[in-house]
């Protein structure tokens, strides 16, 4: 089964978007567009017209998740989306009750893990944290993680009639931008 034209214009230019702000240098901007991405992503699949917390979450672990090697939980990644898109801080509602970790980033090139965990524990205590309450991602595999997801997800797509049917009706109602000649 073919992926429905609009969900796959709506993947492409996801794609697009993260690699050229990622050239330009636009790490955070990049993070905003995976994380409204995989709203997207989420809303396609959802059984309800206004998709939820569950729904995001249910992405996460069926195509994120299993994609790569980051080890992360689902909520700390909504919470994280939470913190990201609405106030532009690793905070959230979520972490202030207990339920998840802050995620705090790290840009630019794949770097050893053990220096990356060296600077960001010595700037923990003076924001009030621990090692515990943090996880440390770098964007590049968390960029990596998302288009193997992307992956997994048309592949659902193309192997399911029922997913196939749904994203398509979907994808119609999403944002159509038309140009003009």
Not at 1 to 13: H, R
Not at 14 to 38: E, P
Not at 61 to 78: E, K, N, Q, V
Not at 133 to 153: G, K, N, P, T
Request: aromatic share 8%.
């Amino acid at each position: 089964m073919p992926i429905p034209s609009a969900v796959w214009n709506t993947i492409e230019s996801d794609m697009r978007a993260v690699t050229v702000l990622t050239q330009s240098g636009c790490d955070t901007h990049a993070l905003a567009l995976v994380f409204s991405s995989i709203d997207k992503m989420a809303w396609l699949t959802s059984v309800n017209i206004d998709h939820t917390r569950s729904d995001f979450i249910r992405w996460i672990d069926d195509y994120l998740l299993p994609a790569g090697s980051i080890s992360l939980d689902a909520i700390d990644l909504y919470a994280a989306r939470c913190g990201f898109l609405h106030t532009g801080s690793s905070e959230s509602k979520l972490f202030r009750d207990g339920k998840a970790k802050q995620i705090f980033y790290s840009v630019g090139p794949r770097r050893p893990l053990g220096e990356i965990l060296t600077e960001v524990h010595a700037k923990l205590p003076k924001l009030g944290l621990t090692p515990d309450d943090v996880v440390i991602v770098q964007c590049i595999e968390l960029l990596e993680q998302w288009v193997a997801a992307l992956e997994r997800f048309t592949d659902a797509i193309k192997a399911d009639a029922s997913l196939e049917a749904h994203t398509k009706k979907r994808g119609e109602l999403q944002l159509a931008v038309f140009s003009v000649a």
